[in-house]
């Protein structure tokens, strides 16, 4: 597919709706419209985007997980795309609540969540605080939420700290993430994604769809929001709550973990930490010569290694 046509004006949030092998739907959860695109029918797999994206970051596997008899939904996160964009809501209980909400409201008692960086902490929060919607998580390029919850001093180290010491201003960081039509958003991403993606066809396309998607009115508010409440958290009450909550409630779902060798914005070290939470069967993988993106990077290693996972829960 060819990249789109950007232009000066911002775009309408309906503008994300691309068509392909997907049906677009909007689907109601925990008080908030969420547009989603979903294929194919069978055990639902629900797909989280991170930080700076929307739904279509999930485009390779949601051609590919029909085919091999799963429903994958790709959803825009609350405040993202086409999805309703609230002043509040951006906390890890209520994002945990959006997920849960979510899958019911899709027909299915439970489903596996997969989430790629910031989604991958919130399937992580949802498989603590919401188990019994949780069949099994799968976290691409994502630390365990408990990782940055514990931050205190977030430049010291890794590209997300440096994200998250930003994000506590006001204001200026979603001017600066949307300015020149979305290329400070660009930026972050050339910083974390690896040289092979980066002198693609593939990432052209995408970082143009990204960058159209950041300037749709009220997403870059929202987008840091995400980040606001994970770097002011660990001084506050509800953070304290957070932190409680990951440590009395261990990931008892199986976790599939995959990460990027070239990773700079969550380094494999920190990836490491997840197992201590996980109590249900844990499961890591790196794939080299990827950055950040993974799922995006390299699609069809991911998807391998996510339907080997898949094929494995059905088996028991």
Avoid at 26 to 46: C, I, K, T
Avoid at 83 to 95: C, E, M, N, Q, V
Avoid at 98 to 105: E, H, N, Q
Wanted: charged share 20%.
């Amino acid at each position: 597919m060819s990249a789109p046509q950007r232009s000066v004006a911002a775009p309408d949030p309906s503008a994300v709706r691309y068509p392909g092998p997907w049906r677009h739907i909007d689907v109601s959860a925990n008080g908030v419209r969420f547009h989603a695109a979903e294929a194919g029918s069978g055990p639902l797999v629900l797909l989280l985007h991170g930080f700076g994206q929307f739904w279509w970051s999930w485009r390779h596997q949601l051609e590919h997980l029909p085919q091999l008899g799963y429903r994958a939904v790709a959803v825009d996160l609350r405040g993202y795309g086409d999805s309703d964009k609230p002043p509040r809501g951006y906390d890890a209980f209520t994002l945990a609540g959006d997920t849960s909400g979510l899958i019911r409201a899709l027909g299915e008692p439970s489903a596996v969540v997969v989430g790629t960086g910031l989604g991958g902490l919130t399937a992580f929060n949802t498989a603590a605080i919401r188990p019994q919607q949780v069949r099994a998580v799968v976290a691409v390029n994502a630390a365990h939420p408990m990782s940055l919850a514990r931050m205190r001093r977030p430049r010291r180290a890794g590209g997300y700290r440096r994200l998250l010491a930003r994000a506590r201003w006001p204001w200026w960081p979603e001017r600066r993430l949307a300015a020149g039509n979305g290329a400070g958003l660009e930026r972050i991403v050339r910083q974390g994604a690896g040289r092979a993606w980066l002198a693609s066809a593939d990432y052209d396309d995408a970082i143009g769809r990204m960058r159209d998607a950041v300037t749709i009115p009220g997403v870059s508010h929202a987008a840091l929001e995400h980040l606001r409440w994970i770097s002011r958290s660990p001084w506050r009450s509800d953070g304290l709550r957070h932190r409680e909550a990951l440590l009395r409630h261990p990931v008892t779902a199986p976790v599939l973990h995959i990460g990027g060798e070239g990773d700079r914005v969550i380094p494999l070290a920190m990836l490491s930490e997840a197992a201590q939470y996980c109590s249900g069967g844990y499961l890591r993988h790196v794939i080299s010569g990827v950055g950040h993106y993974a799922a995006e990077e390299s699609p069809a290693r991911v998807t391998e290694l996510m339907t080997d996972f898949l094929q494995g829960l059905d088996q028991h």
